[in-house]
């Protein structure tokens, strides 16, 4: 992350990119923006799509923001390519005994411990909103489902920290499977939680006010997605295991664990191919405008506001009143809806929450059926995939912290912001654990509860949910937002770990506390871990 924030400091001040000299500025006056341009200079056709929005104040450093963009990776990136491997090793990691053991406590955690979050998170933030309309520091439309939205994306957690220092302290065993076991199911909750939001739409004009039916719908749509990407990633865990168990693959190490690895990443396509989510594109239309007699203007239809100008990578098309600027490249089909409109973008990603049950339902069952040379194999490598993809993630958030183009922040949304988190996490933590204690023989004690409470890190989810959709001024402020609340529980509440083990007198299985482990060299006594961090722990 320290990594990202200095490139990102560097690329964003040292850098500058000199004008370049092919730019080409012409006039044409239009009454409508366009989400695809088609130009048509002496008989050839280009086609330019809608990149992103341009201050005034910015109009002569568009080289600049084009070097910004060539550092910024589609948000797509980050579900289609490294969340997979980082929520199939959390399953792939799972320790069953201790997980299926604590089963109830991390169910009831993950899933009714979320929405309870969500909902705390969300009212919380909704007023912080209505201050700041009455005080007039609200910029844009900022509605109630944007808050739902906010609090389900920050409900995400990703203790990743605490647990690296709780397996090098082999802190208490119940305490990690609790923490764990509640991150890994909490990350698909968050997404279909996300998705479910996204998709609540009530009948009539008004989008925003409450509607019985599209609430039903939209819990339809959470157990529909959520049961469907478990079946999946289910079935083709046991697909596999059946596969390795009556056949000679046990004799072809290398083939057994390449057929492991595709059978496990084709949960994740199966399930984006079933067309659990999708996009809703503008009414196409054509208007035609003329600059001069060997150029045309071919604009597809979408609202515009006033005084607004369009620029493309080496022309620029200013309106009347020119106050800012529209971004628009030459990338085929139009990627991004316009920042002003309302996004129809569905969050969800089912393939994501079908691979975490296909490594969970692999690790249980595929596993023991594989060669010894196969296990490694299998276990390293994703292992290696995780490490990487998690350390990318990181590093592109320091990395965003400075290009990403459209932040905004607000102090007031960003102390309420961090409030609600806090609020939302007691909420989950403490009345859960009473209720939970009520049928448990293992209580779950003060101490450890106030550790879970400490431990609810924000990480690679949150920041991924948040980045996937910027397209308004709300969802920009949420992301922005976000960032801040991964830094700030990354490095406050990650660092003072160790501390919080000793304040709260929590010990390890050997009886030390925290201190005491690091001062005396507990580590490099204990090279053979009794709970392992998410290694694959398939000989319980």
Not at 304 to 331: D, H, N
Not at 337 to 363: K, W
Not at 502 to 514: E, K
Request: charged share 10%.
């Amino acid at each position: 992350m320290i990594y990202g924030v200095l490139v990102g400091v560097v690329l964003r001040y040292g850098i500058h990119v000199p004008s370049d000299v092919n730019n080409v500025t012409l006039s044409c006056q239009v009454q409508t923006s366009p989400a695809t341009l088609l130009v048509n200079v002496s008989g050839k056709f280009y086609e330019y799509t809608l990149k992103g929005e341009i201050s005034a104040q910015e109009l002569n450093n568009v080289q600049d923001n084009e070097m910004l963009r060539k550092v910024t990776f589609d948000p797509e990136v980050f579900f289609n390519i490294l969340l997979p491997p980082i929520i199939f090793y959390a399953g792939y990691s799972l320790k069953r005994r201790h997980f299926f053991r604590n089963l109830g406590s991390i169910l009831a955690y993950a899933f009714l411990g979320t929405a309870i979050s969500c909902l705390v998170i969300g009212s919380v933030v909704y007023g912080c909103v209505a201050l700041m309309k009455v005080t007039g520091q609200l910029g844009g439309d900022f509605y109630f489902t944007d808050c739902l939205l906010f609090g389900a994306i920050v409900s995400a957690t990703d203790p990743v920290t605490v647990l690296a220092i709780f397996h090098e302290l082999q802190v208490d065993v119940e305490l990690y499977a609790l923490l764990f076991g509640e991150s890994v199911l909490n990350d698909a909750v968050a997404i279909v939680l996300s998705s479910s939001i996204v998709a609540y739409q009530p009948a009539g004009d008004n989008s925003h006010t409450f509607d019985v039916t599209a609430m039903f719908k939209s819990i339809g749509i959470f157990l529909g997605i959520f049961s469907g990407s478990f079946a999946m990633g289910a079935a083709t865990g046991v697909v596999t295991a059946l596969v390795t168990k009556f056949t000679k693959l046990r004799e072809f190490p290398l083939l057994e664990t390449g057929l492991f690895f595709l059978m496990s990443w084709s949960t994740f396509l199966l399930a984006e191919a079933c067309g659990f989510t999708g996009k809703h594109s503008p009414a196409p239309g054509m208007e035609t405008c003329r600059d001069d007699g060997a150029t045309e203007f071919c604009f597809s239809q979408y609202p515009l506001q006033p005084g607004l100008s369009l620029c493309f990578r080496s022309l620029m098309i200013l309106g009347s009143g020119v106050t800012a600027l529209r971004s628009l490249q030459a990338w085929g089909a139009a990627q991004l809806p316009f920042p002003d409109q309302e996004s129809n973008v569905m969050l969800c990603s089912p393939g994501v929450v079908a691979v975490l049950f296909c490594g969970i339902t692999q690790a249980h069952y595929t596993y023991n059926n594989l060669s010894t040379e196969s296990q490694h194999r299998t276990k390293q490598l994703f292992e290696l995939l995780n490490f990487l993809a998690e350390n990318f993630i990181f590093s592109y958030m320091g990395l965003a912290l400075f290009t990403f183009q459209n932040h905004v922040f607000n102090p007031t949304f960003v102390v309420g912001a961090f409030l609600a988190i806090f609020l939302g996490r007691a909420a989950n933590i403490y009345p859960l654990s009473f209720l939970l204690n009520l049928g448990r023989r293992n209580k779950i004690g003060t101490n450890l509860q106030h550790m879970m409470m400490f431990a609810g890190l924000r990480g690679a989810m949150a920041f991924a949910l948040a980045i996937r959709d910027t397209a308004t001024y709300a969802r920009q402020m949420m992301f922005s937002t976000t960032l801040l609340i991964v830094f700030f529980t990354v490095w406050v509440f990650g660092g003072g770990t160790t501390a919080m083990l000793s304040c709260l007198n929590i010990r390890s299985v050997q009886g030390s506390l925290p201190w005491a482990a690091l001062s005396w060299g507990f580590r490099e006594q204990a090279q053979v871990p009794s709970f392992p961090h998410r290694s694959p722990a398939l000989c319980a």
